[in-house]
């Protein structure tokens, strides 16, 4: 869809997002909220449906077995969605952790009164595959496994080929909240066998935040009408009126940012499609690593589960560093970083996906030079 804007008539954004979304975003992406849609319009329906099946296809090239489902609220509303509508009352959730957004998973089960048991492995290790076999191979009670692809918390990436093939191997449903990484990491939900799949429109797409959406096995999702635990996130509900309505949404929905997430859909194609994004990203965050180093920061996580999305940085071993004043001075440089998320040690996070290009963490490294506080004084 075209745009009828003059971009320099758009303000720029004082300082550059480098957090794992909301993130920054281009002018047009924003420029495309500047009109009103009508919510059950044709020219709206259409646009939805178009999302839907460019999304599926950026998920697998086996198009026909799966299904999107867009759904209103951030990306935890969704996760909730599949959460509280794809498991039956005698069902058994296991939930793998190593993070904030594998434990908020196990708290939802919780408060929905959902039968769950955790395998937590700390917060700087993968997932463990090993001791999830183990489990599956004497508690049959299991019906659905969930694991986080990048747990934002650290930026580490967990192994959901291995995961989600051994629970295969052990017939389970596999749920991947890969909020962080879908459309900045390659994946094939097919080639994997994961069942749900769920992410954000804030956040490697580089839409702005409103809605979350949900890759969905058509068969895995045909078993799920009148489970829901809740009314507004109903998964099925919303995927049938979805679906026979043509793009319609159940109750309101987000109109300017499903606008704006077609304009960053139609970038991340421009861009050249999913690969050459997630090569953007690693290239961002090898040089980010590179210079932090060079200027004596060091990482949380090794290289080997270090994903390109975002990066742990551990504070500099100094009385004098204090992360409010360095995030106050790199945002007089033009930069607002992240704080840390973890007990394990303190850190701070700077996440390198949004619009951001090599350039900016040149000048994001010269930044960060002439603002080493800690070391002169
Ligand atoms: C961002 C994120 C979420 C969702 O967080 P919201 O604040 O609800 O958008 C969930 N899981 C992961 C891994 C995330 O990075």
Redesign the pocket.
Known sequence: MKLNVNLNQLPDNPYLLLT??PLSTSKKVKAAMLRDWCTWDQDYNELVQSIRSRLVQMATSHTDAYTTVLMQG???FC?ESVIGSVIPPSGKLLVLTNGA?GKRIAQMAEVLGIYAIVLDSGETKPVNVKQLEEILKVDASITHVAV?H???TTGMINPIADVAKVSKKYGKTVIV?A??SFGGVPVDVEALDIDFLIS?AN?CIQGVPGFGFIIANKEALYTCKGLARSLSLDLYDQWETMEHGNGKWRFTSPTHTVRAFDQAMQELEEEGGVLRRFERFTRNQQTLVAGMKKLGFQTLLPDEWQSPIITSFLFPDSAVFSFDEFYARMKQEGFVIYPGKITAAPTFRIGNIGDVHLEDIHRLLQGVENQLFWKTT
């Open positions: 794992p979304g951030s990306g935890t996760v957004y986080v990048v747990e934002t909240d909020m962080s954000s956040k």
